[in-house]
């Protein structure tokens, strides 16, 4: 079986983000790392290659970015990288990054395709469902537990008040969940062997990705600052007296 | 002049960073509280194979250079100098001589378990009176047919208690000082080898510390680790530069720790209607740790950077010894003073590094006989600025 994971290289995190130039644009700290929920992936990925013989290629997507996310993934056990790196990929939206990564997978073959069911920091959530529907096979979104039955998967995912448990033909795009899978800490030899390897990059024209900017960013704002915060001091029958005339008539709740 | 880290370097920090954040550093205020050595801790982490990394590729190493060593020493300490001074024993004084002069036996038996975490290594210098002043070292080997018989005790042993080997400096001849000394594997196990008293130290609690008894220990020939006799002090040279730099390395990684610290704490804390970080006396603090840090970070880097060059950076590896340490001393010091009463409560992490950075203080060489050689070296005219 051969797996691609779709490894989005993401600001840590705990860095420091604000936006700048009147909302024209992000100033993000470079601290940049694997996304948390593709991490995941790459554990399942690894998981499936050493109890089913499966092979792993990480594919990351980016305008000069991504290798950090590669070496995370190499240095998991991922066998092999691709790296899709193209100026045209600088800040683009979800289709034009699905539309590489299809083209990359369809490329290098696969029978499984594991994402992340959401990157950290745009929190989007198309890539996975939208590679799927390029590539054309079916796609389970929020996956918290795999295995599987002969050559097809067994796969769960939480819905509101319990589990939905769903059998998928292969090939498939599955996006993985938090509790799928603990990512392991790399040891070293896959910590050398990622810091040795060569990033094989390829851009958009040579894997023929049709990319055109559908959607066009206009800015940012950042959150409104919280509001002072009153506390209300004394014996408890006049503390709850006094607050519940701040509900009626400060915050207008009751 | 280039000071970037590599990609490959950069990549390394932050996977060890990661490492050390989500296996060591949710267990050192338990490690301090109990003051038992973390075993389940040392079996994952050393588990790992980090322990080889400066080691060459065919004995399970990485043939990491000093550079990328020293990030790892960072990091490291980042979350327990105590654990940190554990696992570097394994990592460099402890298997170093074995590495350099074991032979195959030897390294099978020692040095290969060692790195893979699986024993537990030490080195033996200090003793009651001696310690910087290694000359004065009253642990003695005779030579015997077949090998040596040693005797005398020593004491301040890193793992020492719980130490599968140990090597052993040791003098062969008392009247050539420290010109008459050797290092000699010791192996748990062999008659007259014994642990003696468990040092109850103020901070890095958790690493075992204490003496180590010999009593007419017989070691075979094999087991002088060196190719001539009483050239263990030269030989000794080949990792001091090393040792000193990691020393000043994991020092930033205290302080850094501890700044990290004082940044939330100074944010948070209200006095007078605003946080504290908004007096000009805070920011200070926080100004002149930032400056010096810095500085030790230099200094450290840029003498392991020549160590790796195959240069002999003797001086500027105990200035960055030396200023790194005092760095972190002071960084530590000021970051209780930003905690107010707090930075003495045990439920804040600031007395803990406070505590674990004097150790510090005392490897790789007292500030006062650092400060004596170099203050000599500069009158000599053997540094200039």
């Known amino acids: 079986m051969r797996i691609v994971v779709l490894a989005k290289e993401v600001p840590d995190l705990e860095a420091q983000v604000r936006v700048v130039n009147g909302g024209a644009a992000l100033e993000v700290e470079k601290r940049r790392g694997l996304n948390f929920f593709d991490e995941i992936a790459v554990e399942q990925a690894v998981q499936l290659k050493q109890a089913q013989g499966a092979s792993v290629l990480a594919v990351s997507a980016g305008a000069g970015t991504g290798v950090e996310a590669l070496r995370r993934a190499l240095a998991m056990g991922a066998e092999t990288v691709l790296l899709v790196d193209d100026p045209a990929l600088d800040g683009a939206d979800p289709l034009t990054v699905a539309r590489a990564l299809a083209a990359a997978a369809r490329r290098e073959g696969f029978d499984l395709v594991l994402a992340g069911k959401q990157a950290t920091d745009d929190e989007a959530g198309l890539v996975g469902p939208m590679v799927a529907e390029l590539l054309g096979v079916p796609c389970v979104t929020g996956v918290t537990a795999l295995e599987m039955e002969g050559d097809v998967l067994r796969v769960s995912r939480e819905v509101e008040g319990g589990r939905e448990t769903l059998r998928v033909s292969l090939p498939a795009v599955l996006t993985v969940e938090k509790g799928l899978a603990e990512p392991r800490v790399p040891a070293v030899m896959g910590v050398m062997k990622a810091m040795k390897a060569q990033i094989s990059r390829v851009t958009l024209e040579e894997l023929g990705a049709v990319t055109f900017p559908p959607l066009v960013l206009v800015g940012y704002s950042g959150a409104p600052a919280r509001p002072p915060v009153t506390m209300l001091e004394g014996e408890p029958a006049t503390v709850a007296a006094d607050l519940a005339r701040l509900l009626r008539e400060k915050a207008k709740v009751l | ?385």
């Open chain 2, 1 to 385: 002049m280039d000071f970037r880290l590599s990609e490959e370097q950069e990549f390394f920090k932050q996977t060890v960073a990661d490492t050390v954040d989500r296996l060591i550093m949710p267990k050192v205020e338990e490690i301090d509280r109990t003051d038992e050595f973390p075993w389940d801790l040392w079996r994952e982490f050393t588990g790992l194979g980090y322990l080889g990394m400066r080691y060459p590729e065919d004995i399970g190493g990485m043939d990491a250079d000093p550079v990328t060593c020293m990030l790892f020493y960072e990091e490291l300490a980042r979350a327990s100098v105590g654990f940190a001074q554990s696992v570097t024993m394994n990592m460099l004084m402890g298997t170093y001589f074995l590495f350099r002069f074991g032979d195959d036996a030897i390294k099978e038996r020692c040095l290969l378990p060692a790195l893979r975490g699986e024993k537990v290594a030490t080195i033996c210098f200090t003793e009651d009176q001696s310690g910087s002043d290694i000359g004065a070292t009253r642990t003695n080997a005779k030579k015997v047919d077949g090998g040596w018989v040693i005797n005398g005790t020593k004491n301040w042993i890193t793992n020492g208690p719980l130490a599968d080997f140990a090597t052993v400096l040791a003098t062969t001849d008392p009247t050539k000082g420290a010109k008459g000394l050797n290092f000699f594997l010791v192996e748990k196990g062999t008659p007259g080898f014994s642990p003696g008293q468990v040092m109850h130290k103020l901070g890095c609690r958790g690493t075992v510390t204490g003496e180590l008894v010999f009593e007419d220990v017989f070691v075979p020939d094999q087991n002088l680790l060196g190719e001539e006799v009483g050239k263990g002090v030269i030989y000794l040279t080949e990792i001091l530069n090393e040792v000193r730099c990691m020393t000043g390395a994991l020092a930033i990684g205290v302080a850094r720790t501890a700044l990290a610290d004082a940044v939330e704490y100074a944010q948070k804390r209200v006095a007078f209607g605003r946080t504290i970080g908004e007096y000009q006396l805070i920011r200070e603090k926080f100004a002149r740790i930032a400056v010096e840090m810095e500085a030790s970070r230099l200094m450290v880097y840029s003498a392991a950077w020549k160590i790796g060059e195959g240069q002999n950076p003797r001086n500027e590896a105990m200035m960055a010894k030396y200023h790194a340490t005092e760095m972190c001393l002071m960084a530590v010091d000021e970051v209780t003073r930003i905690y107010g009463a707090n930075g003495f409560a045990e439920e804040y992490g600031p007395q803990r590094y406070f505590r674990d950075a004097r150790f510090l203080l005392y490897g790789g060489g007292t500030h006062e006989v650092l400060k004596n050689f170099l203050g000599k070296e500069v009158l000599a005219g053997r540094w200039r600025s």
